[in-house]
T-cell receptor
Framework: GAVVSQHPSRVICKSGTSVKIECRSLDFQATTMFWYRQFPKQSLMLMATSNEGSKATYEQGVEKDKFLINHASLTLSTLTVTSAHPEDSSFYIC????????????FGDGTRLSIL | GENVEQHPSTLSVQEGDSAVIKCTYSDSASNYFPWYKQELGKRPQLIIDIRSNVGEKKDQRIAVTLNKTAKHFSLHITETQPEDSAVYFCAASSNYQLIWGAGTKLIIKP
């Protein structure tokens, strides 16, 4: 079945570092990718929607200059957390629809980001 | 904006009993309603979904009901087992974008 590969699975780095997270669709073309952030004991919060070949759409309150999204190909979308700080520590996860609106989306395994 | 409310936030049931989680949504255009199970540190996994033209769907011990008029849908798990312990999320969608409930932590007591 359709698979979304997300890397890295875990990152621990110092404050001020920029971190890039990749999501690849392995056997389908992902024209759209959703990026979520999930804090402990909370629900998934949509950060932005990336579309291949165009600018991402950010949700209200999400800084586009801090969370850079690139979706340059039909199989790869990246999220870069720039100048990360401890408050950016969270679980980041991507998902991609594979067909019509009423078909299940496919999630990456998530990235646990810890900023020291 | 669109909103999905989910209750209860925590549900503790005896092993073998049934568990019911309820969600209501605000966007009348929503027409796809998936349920996800998420274990600690893992990605959400789809356990069942229902579309707006269907009132009920069942898959072994799991069932979902949808009342479009009242804009609510429910997850039913029968004969609960220890491996059912997890956080469950409902979601509603009208055009790919999922609106998520806050989640229910299901605890199965031995």
């Amino acid at each position: 079945g359709a698979v979304v590969s997300q890397h890295p699975s875990r990152v621990i780095c110092k404050s001020g570092t920029s971190v890039k997270i990749e999501c690849r669709s392995l056997d389908f073309q992902a024209t759209t990718m959703f990026w979520y952030r999930q804090f402990p004991k909370q629900s998934l919060m949509l950060m932005a929607t990336s579309n291949e070949g165009s600018k991402a759409t950010y949700e209200q309150g999400v800084e586009k200059d801090k969370f850079l999204i690139n979706h340059a190909s039909l199989t790869l979308s990246t999220l870069t957390v720039t100048s990360a700080h401890p408050e950016d520590s969270s679980f980041y996860i991507c998902s991609a629809p594979t067909g019509l609106w009423d078909q299940p989306q496919h999630f990456g395994d998530g990235t646990r980001l810890s900023i020291l | 904006g669109e909103n999905v409310e989910q209750h209860p936030s925590t549900l503790s049931v005896q092993e073998g009993d049934s568990a019911v989680i309820k969600c209501t949504y605000s966007d009348s255009a929503s027409n796809y309603f998936p349920w996800y199970k998420q274990e600690l540190g893992k990605r959400p996994q789809l356990i069942i979904d229902i579309r707006s033209n269907v009132g009920e769907k069942k898959d072994q011990r799991i069932a979902v009901t949808l009342n479009k008029t009242a804009k609510h849908f429910s997850l039913h798990i029968t004969e609960t087992q220890p491996e059912d312990s997890a956080v469950y999320f409902c979601a509603a969608s009208s055009n790919y974008q999922l609106i998520w409930g806050a989640g229910t932590k299901l605890i199965i007591k031995p």
